[in-house]
């Protein structure tokens, strides 16, 4: 079973328009053409358009940061999956360490989430993963184990694979701390394991990135481990050059 490998640059809340069509001026000569990975870069909502119009014809496919469960509603400072599909992105990102934290983002949300994303034919990236402290208390099986279930609760066994799960270990992100390879292995492993406990077929199918200070310098390492199918990368993806180059890391 091969799997295409995805590698996804997350700018978070970086980028204005006129920074964001920069990156695309530098990006596309370098990326724009590579058929053997799957490239996205996961946008702040008042650029997507000019992302999508830029990238058009491209592989280079843009993704949100966020999306809220609800078709429409009142729900101040929120965005709808028929909004996201209208401006023709390619999936969103939800369940980032991020919005857990600072945004109130919980478990019972992203099953409400990933089914209504899944729904309107986007791709989610799917992303879970352990504080510090719950690593060192031994914990991290435990809350991965419930992150995965519960937020896959309400998706199709035949579905599962159409989820990408980007499992980024807290404590290395933005930290340049970077899990060593046998631990993303063996957590990108164990996450994997828990998907093919509900579907063996989509559990090998399924694409595990690893997330947290990935750089040009670590990738190909992290890249070349079994269980991990790609990368979701914030710092190193701000500027085209080391992006390009996490993506070359990908590439067979
Ligand atoms: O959170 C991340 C990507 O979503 C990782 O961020 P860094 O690559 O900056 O550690």
Redesign the pocket.
Known sequence: MTRTPFVAG?W?MHKTIAEAEAFVSGALPLVGAIDDVQIGV?VPFPSIQAVVDSTRGSSLQVYAQNVHWAEQGAYTGEVSVAMLDELEVAGV?VG???RRQFFGETDADLRKKLPVILAAGLEPIF?VGETEEQREAGETERVLRHQVQEGLHDVADGDLAKVTI?Y?PIW?????KVATPEQAQEACAFVRALVAARDAEQGEQVRIQY?????PENAAELLALPDVDGA??????LDPASFAAIVEAARA
């Not at 290395?172 to 340049?176: D, F, L, N, Q, S």
């Not at 979701?232 to 993806?237: K, Y």
């Open positions: 997350n978070k996961c990102v980032h360490s991020e992303c980007a980024e290395a992100i933005g930290t340049g997330g947290g200070s990935v750089k979701l990368v914030g710092g190193a993806a």
